[in-house]
């Protein structure tokens, strides 16, 4: 797996200049290599973290408490306590059980309530297990203040690699509308968190990912709807990491079955290719070879069926030690492959 600074950051600086009111906060479960968060506490960015685990490797790598969000709407007592005593204050909640275990372990913390919005068409939705409804909002951020902590805004998730901006737009007018309304009850909020869900392309010319595009929409409807003393950030993931990762891995066997040939890869679902399962992820394989292609199926090294990689990749005749590779696979890959299935381990990773 080689990772390119370069692209890194390219991808922040793409962020900073089409989202120039967003700090971005590097969601580090996309891609958690060491050196990856460093690049990016080097370029100034927050994090967000989901666990205690992820907190103290951004604070070990650099990252200062201030930027730092812990983001998991559900935390363990043990975790909150870990976020208080390593001065982490600002974090989400959802539910009102989550206040109470925020107030009791991390008194006076910066809270943001989490609504549900739509993911209308994005890959991954991440409004079916988190997110309050908008219409309970101002009553939680209320029992917030009334436990002794701070509410400090809104955030939201348009569910991973979200191609379809109306779902940041509806999602930024809920929001502004629950501003307003904690405004006017004497409670007025400064940040807004539009969460991650930025789009990359997976394939060469894939139609329907354009980011700038999107962001100018975004950007016009802040503008449009908030008061210029909101701050707002983001939690991007994917969009950060996603395109500086290529993945090379090596054909170990081949066969011809059901009326195509199969290539087997030493890498797979298990492996440096979790996210076809977990982030419901489709790549395009590429090979060294030219030619004529044809129909094929690519499976991983392990004995299980499942771990097949797809059935109709249109490729030339492989044969064994030849090259897959796939481009714009920094993102939830080598981040959810397990260690050692089958003795098979993940891709050593080479950050250039
Ligand atoms: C709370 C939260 N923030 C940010 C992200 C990153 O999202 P993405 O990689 O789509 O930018 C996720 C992804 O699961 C998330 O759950």
Known sequence: MILRKSQLIKQYRRFRKALPSVTPFYAIKANPHPKVIKTFVRLGSGFDVASAVEMHEVLRLGAPPEKVIFANTIKSIEDIIAARKARVRLMTFDNES?????????????????????????????????????DIAFLMLRKAKSLGLVPVGVSFHVGSQSKNVENYLQALEITSNILNEAEENGLPLKIVDIGGGFPIPHFDGEIGVNFERMASQIQKQIKLLFDKKVTFIAEPGRFFVGPAGILVTQVVGRTFRNNKNYYYLNDGVYQDFSGIVFDHCKYEFKTLRRGQKFLSALAGPTCDSFDTLSLDAEIPELYVHDTVYVKNIGAYSSASAVPNFNGFHPAEILVV
Request: aromatic share 6%; proline share 3%.
């Open 98 to 134: 989550e206040l109470y275990k925020i107030s009791e372990h991390c008194p006076g913390a910066q809270v943001l309530l989490r609504i549900k919005v739509d993911n209308d068409r994005s890959v991954v939705n991440l409004s079916l297990k988190f997110g309050a409804d908008a």
